[in-house]
């Protein structure tokens, strides 16, 4: 089996048979990474680059690991301390680090659109790892996978997306993702912070109304508030954020079913999440990264086009 595509530019390009063979790659891959050596030899002598031009913690360091249990040939670079700042085009860089004989390209860009334009200029198969607010694929692929493993295939499953909607390409990625697969999308929040493009006809409902998106859903995907995307008010204060639209213990404890919590992190704690839901047996936040991992192992090996994924 093979992808339908050559780059891994946003979900919504994919076809629900590209979503099934990443997840069913990533759990071999997982089991890989359960064992006592996790590495496999099936990307040698595929040389990557992790180009970053926008902080990461999860994302950047799970890719490089994927790329290491893989057994490819990793270089990181990151747009502070390099010739970004004397002025070098975008283009430019990737040509010259391709240059080196470079075979594949993850990008993070605070850039819409920057990874799609990359792949009408270079022959190298890209990974988007996060363009603006636009898309963030492999999130979306892991949260995925982790709310598989809780509650088997995704068709049918209720899935609430709560808070900065507006400013998340998690989001984007996860409504192209879920729909796709069958399940029922509500997206919650304050009302300036939910794009107008969002109703029925998108696929998903919305609603203002976070304890109504929680009473109905099975998931909650709780999202951080961007403030450094946003440069207006758009809610009164992050105290006021928590006491309408937070997501709280006692909010859960109200509800007639124990949901499942997830965040794709950084969380603002007390702001969109408080502590003692984030790391509540609730949460699946840690598995969300652990998942990542095994996640991004498929999206790298499946785009190389490389075969035996357990070799
Ligand atoms: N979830 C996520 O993209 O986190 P980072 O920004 O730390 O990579």
Known sequence: MQLSTKHLLGI????????????????????????????????????IVNLFYENSTRTRISFELAEKRLSADTINFSSSGSSVSKGETLLDTVNNILSMKVDMVVMRHSATGAPHFLSQHIPAAIVNAGDGINEHPTQALLDALSITEKLGELKGKKVAIIGDIMHSRVALSNIYLLTKMGAEVTVAGPPTLIPKYLTDSFGVHVTYNVKEALDW????????????????VLFSSLREYNRAYGITKSLLSSLSKEIIIMHPGPINRGVELDSDVADSGQSIILDQVENGVAVRMAVLYLLSGRREANA
């Open 217 to 232: 859903c099975d998931v909650a995907n709780v999202l951080r508030i961007q403030l450094e995307r946003q440069n207006q």
């Open 12 to 47: 919504r390009d994919l076809h629900p048979k590209d979503v099934q063979l990443i997840l069913e790659t990533a759990k071999q891959f997982k089991e890989v990474l359960q064992r006592p050596i996790k590495k496999v030899p099936s990307l040698r002598d595929v040389t």
